[in-house]
Structures are given as structure tokens and as C-alpha cells.
T-cell receptor
Framework: ELKVEQNPLFLSMQEGKNYTIYCNYS?????LYWYRQDPGKSLESLFV?????AVKQEGRLMASLDTKARLSTLHITAAVHDLSATYFC????????????FGKGTRLSVIA | NAGVTQTPKFQVLKTGQSMTLQCAQD?????MSWYRQDPGMGLRLIHY???????DQGEVPNGYNVSRSTTEDFPLRLLSAAPSQTSVYFC???????????FGDGTRLSIL
């Protein structure tokens, strides 16, 4: 059974600081997704990581995937208030018909 | 571009009532799924479908039914509502291959 674990679950960081959110998963997969959710809103896709060593960047966010370690990271550079949201990672099972399994999410609060 | 459309957006039910949450997508996606989101639990998969006429259970299927008679529609039925089904429900669709899931805006359901 595929399990996905995110940490930390809550993160309060100051503007301008850097931090990393971790996503570990329990079985083989080479497809990992990061989503953002604002309070009371739906989920918005941020990154799709499809192979070992994949790195994607958008603005102050950078995501990477290490399939051998079964680990993805979401790195935040010089945080700004607009990045405050909940971030989810989700992992595809090995076969095409295996649904996505989501982590519990990391609630990020960026404070001045 | 409509994307994934969920109706209703809000609903209050009494214990024992039944209802159907509607989900429609106009992107011709094969894969559709239903999740529930509860505080601190992330997103948990209820049911999913890999194409018209094919459905399967997710992590928390009890108390819910689905059908997929067309590619576009994937309704979720609550057979006899219970307070434990109070939650936010999200429908998502996904194209084949390595694309992210597209989420609807959610249905906020309260069972009294």
C-alpha cells in the first residue's frame, strides 16, 4: 500500500527566509505532483515531476524528485506573504490505474 | 474553459437523507475521481474511474456509490447521510499519461 508522508505539517516562516518541505513515499513511483491550496479554495497544480533527478522551478518555489530515496522536496526561497497556503504532494502508484495518494499537506504561513 | 464543474457548492442535509453530488468535465479526460477533505487528513480517495463504465473503490468508499455512464459525468451518491460524512468533497479529472489532476471547486456538505 502506497503511503505518502509530508513534513512539517505546519510551518511558520518569516518573510525573506528559505525553507524546505519534504515528501516521503513508501513504494516505487516515478510520478509525483505538488499542489497548492488557498483557504476555502480548490487545489491548483504547481509541479509535475516524472523522473529521478527531475527539478522544476517557478518563481520562489523549486521542486525536486529523488526516486531512489523516495523523496521529493519543495524548496521556498526568500518567502513572501503571498506564498501562504497549504501545499500537498501526491504520488502516483506504479501502474497506470493506481490512483493518486496525497500527503496530509503542509500549512505554510509567511509572516512579516 | 469550464474544466471540472461541481454542483452544488454548498449543501445541508439531515441524517438519513440521500443526495447526489454532480461532477462534469469537458476535457474528455478518461480518469475521474472523488476525494473528501477533512481538517488534518489531507485528501482521501472515495471512488475513482479510469473510463466510462469502469469504477473502483478508494480508501474510504463506505456510504458512497458512483457510476460512470459517460466520459463527462461522474456523480457521487450518498445513500443515507451520516454526520461523519460532513466534509468538503472534490472531484478531479486527469488526462492519460503524466498530466496533473484538475480539481473542481468543491462541494461543502454538512450533515445535521
Amino acid at each position: 500500500e502506497l503511503k505518502v508522508e509530508q513534513n512539517p505539517l505546519f510551518l511558520s516562516m518569516q518573510e525573506g527566509k528559505n525553507y524546505t518541505i519534504y515528501c516521503n513515499y513508501s513504494t516505487t513511483s516515478d510520478r509525483l505532483y505538488w499542489y497548492r491550496q488557498d483557504p476555502g479554495k480548490s487545489l491548483e497544480s504547481l509541479f509535475v515531476l516524472l523522473s529521478n533527478g527531475a527539478v522544476k522551478q517557478e518563481g520562489r518555489l523549486m521542486a525536486s524528485l529523488d526516486t531512489k530515496a523516495r523523496l521529493s522536496t519543495l524548496h521556498i526561497t526568500a518567502a513572501v506573504h503571498d506564498l501562504s497556503a497549504t501545499y500537498f504532494c501526491a504520488v502516483d502508484g506504479f501502474s497506470r490505474n493506481t490512483p493518486l495518494v496525497f500527503g496530509k499537506g503542509t500549512r505554510l504561513s509567511v509572516i512579516a | 474553459n469550464a474544466g471540472v464543474t461541481q454542483t452544488p457548492k454548498f449543501q445541508v442535509l439531515k441524517t438519513g437523507q440521500s443526495m447526489t453530488l454532480q461532477c462534469a468535465q469537458d476535457m474528455n479526460h478518461e480518469y475521474m475521481s472523488w476525494y473528501r477533505q477533512d481538517p488534518g487528513m489531507g485528501l482521501r480517495l472515495i471512488h475513482y474511474s479510469v473510463g466510462a463504465g469502469i469504477t473502483d473503490q478508494g480508501e474510504v468508499p463506505n456510504g458512497y456509490n458512483v457510476s460512470r455512464s459517460t466520459t463527462e459525468d461522474f456523480p457521487l451518491r450518498l445513500l443515507s447521510a451520516a454526520p461523519s460524512q460532513t466534509s468538503v468533497y472534490f472531484c478531479a479529472s486527469q488526462d492519460g499519461g503524466n498530466q496533473p489532476q484538475h480539481f473542481g471547486d468543491g462541494t461543502r456538505l454538512s450533515i445535521l
